[in-house]
């Protein structure tokens, strides 16, 4: 009997603990479902903001002034060069890549953009006006 209840008492303080657990252990989501803020049915425009956005910190990668809406970046081509190659910069009147984009790990510069810098979207965003989805503290070193 006494064993029973003790190990009926010890299912109850672990479920409470795996409760506590549980809640304690979010995404950054939070509790929102997956389908309720889906980007996608939330369209928002990137906008050119006047300006532009400062640079936060040194190496930071600028962010984009322009739409990319449909910009394919694949093996066989890169939108993106279209533009930005040192080939054609002066003809589209953009800034060309920088140097830092010929080099690779090694540290050695190559005749052309270094793999790690192809896929120009994991470094580069558009500029938005959008509000942070989550709050965000970071202050740039010279404003601390
Ligand atoms: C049709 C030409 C064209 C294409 C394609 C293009 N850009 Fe641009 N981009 C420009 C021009 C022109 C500027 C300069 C605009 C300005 O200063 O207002 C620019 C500016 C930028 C800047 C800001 C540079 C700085 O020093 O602040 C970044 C970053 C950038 N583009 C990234 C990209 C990426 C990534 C892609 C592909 C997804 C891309 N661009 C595709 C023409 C293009
Ligand atoms: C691994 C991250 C990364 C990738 C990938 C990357 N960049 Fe950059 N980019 C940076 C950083 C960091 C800077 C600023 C410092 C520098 O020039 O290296 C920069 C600078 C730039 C600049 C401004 C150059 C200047 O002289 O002010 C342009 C334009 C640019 N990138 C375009 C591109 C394009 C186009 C691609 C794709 C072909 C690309 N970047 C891929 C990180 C990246």
Redo the contacts with the bound molecule.
């Keep these: 009997m006494k064993f029973k209840s003790f190990t009926a008492a010890l299912a109850v303080v672990l479920m409470l603990i795996g409760v506590s657990a549980t809640a304690e252990v979010t995404s950054l989501r939070g509790d929102t479902a997956t389908d309720e803020n889906n980007i996608a049915e939330h369209p928002r425009k990137n906008v050119e903001i006047d300006g532009g956005f400062g640079l936060n910190f040194t ?4 962010l984009i002034p322009h739409r990319i809406r449909g910009y394919k970046i694949d093996l066989k081509s ?1 939108k ?2 279209q533009c ?1 190659s040192w080939k054609t910069y002066r003809k589209y009147g ?5 140097i ?2 010929f080099e690779n790990r090694d540290d050695q510069v190559l005749a052309d ?1 270094s793999p ?5 979207l ?3 965003v558009p500029q938005s006006d959008a509000a942070p989805i989550i709050e965000n503290t970071f202050k740039s070193a010279d404003k601390q």
């Design positions: 190496h930071q990668p600028p890169n993106c060069l930005h953009a800034t060309k890549i920088s830092t984009h953009v790690r810098r192809y896929f120009c994991q470094c580069h």
